[in-house]
């Protein structure tokens, strides 16, 4: 008996073996759950090749969140597959890290925010809006944040997009509500994937993680921060929403 028995989940975001959004599938498949899995352009090649190491290949969808046509054709594209979504899964972010990362916060331009912004943040609710005729009977949103309550060196605007992420979490909570649809974020510590490697000076948040987390911090480990985003898919948190869960060994609730 898994946690998610009977549930039809889609994974938004995986590209590699190290996205966070394949640990998420690999957890939700062994926790009984039907898994879709989705990304875009160029890598969907990628994608479909990783998918078969997952323990049961699942459907690869192609859903740029920043292209109409692919919100649009969403609905249809599952349907295909399953006939509704108890659960849908945001591992999706990007912001231009030569512009916008590793100390250019003073320097970053408009074009590039807003790209992060639509990206990172506003696909959230994208996302949610699309998937919301295929959740019927309810169901969970859970998206993936990184702090976004303090400045963190390397950071910069991606930061900002964080915050509008959990901002943007809090209000499809309050609007999907009434649908039964619930929204919350998981917020990990720092993990080696494909989108970390691209932050020039991310490291200094590895050891700053490796100094200060209670618990200690292991940022190749993807499976705590996938069991948390598992258990928000699952009934075990019915009234919970709006919610940001720490995944993070306890670094946020540390002074020194
Ligand atoms: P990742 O493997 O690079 O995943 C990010 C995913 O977003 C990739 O699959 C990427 O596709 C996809 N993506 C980018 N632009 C997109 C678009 N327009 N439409 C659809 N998909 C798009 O990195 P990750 O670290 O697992 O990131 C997953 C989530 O966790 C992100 O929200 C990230 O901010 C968050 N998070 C990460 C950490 C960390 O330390 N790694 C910590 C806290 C939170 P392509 O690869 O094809 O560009």
Same mark, same amino acid.
Do not use: C
């Given at each position: 008996m898994g946690i998610?028995?009977?549930?039809?989940? /889609?994974?938004? #975001?995986?590209? &590699?073996?190290s996205s966070i959004g394949?640990?998420?599938?690999r957890v939700a498949?062994?926790?009984?759950?039907?898994?879709? !899995?989705?990304?875009? #352009?160029? @890598? /969907? #090649? !990628?994608?479909?090749?990783? @998918? %078969?190491?997952? $323990? *049961?290949e699942p459907p690869v969808?192609?859903?740029?969140? *920043?292209?109409?046509?692919h919100l649009d054709s969403l609905a249809e594209q599952?349907?295909?597959?399953? +006939?509704? =979504?108890d659960g849908v899964v945001h591992s999706i972010a990007y912001?231009? $890290?030569?512009? /916008? /990362?590793?100390? %250019?916060? =003073?320097?970053g331009p408009w074009e590039d925010v807003a790209q992060a912004v639509q990206v990172s943040a506003y696909s959230l609710k994208s996302l949610a809006v699309a998937a919301r005729p295929l959740m019927g009977a309810g169901?969970?949103?859970?998206?993936?944040?990184? +702090? @976004?309550?303090?400045?963190? $060196?390397?950071?910069?605007? &991606?930061?900002?997009a964080k915050a509008g992420l959990e901002s943007t979490s809090r209000y499809l909570a309050r609007d999907l509500g009434p649908d039964g649809i619930r929204c919350n974020l998981v917020s990990a510590g720092p993990l080696k994937t494909l989108a970390a490697k691209a932050i020039p000076g991310f490291e200094d948040l590895e050891s700053a993680w490796k100094e200060r987390a209670p618990l200690g911090w292991d940022e190749t480990d993807h499976t705590p921060t996938a069991r948390a985003v598992v258990a928000l898919l699952s009934d075990f948190f019915p009234a919970t929403t709006g919610e940001i869960v720490h995944v993070d060994g306890g670094f946020h609730a540390m002074g020194l």
């Open positions: 998610l028995d009977g549930k039809r989940i /889609l994974v938004a #975001g995986v590209t &590699m073996e394949f640990a998420t599938a498949q062994e926790q009984g759950a039907e898994v879709l !899995i989705s990304n875009f #352009g160029r @890598a /969907l #090649g !990628i994608t479909r090749r990783i @998918a %078969k190491r997952l $323990p *049961t969808l192609e859903l740029d969140v *920043t292209d109409q046509s599952v349907r295909e597959h399953v +006939d509704g =979504l912001g231009n $890290p030569a512009t /916008l /990362l590793g100390g %250019k916060f =003073l320097s169901g969970s949103l859970v998206g993936l944040t990184f +702090d @976004a309550t303090t400045a963190w $060196p390397a950071y910069d605007w &991606m930061g900002v």
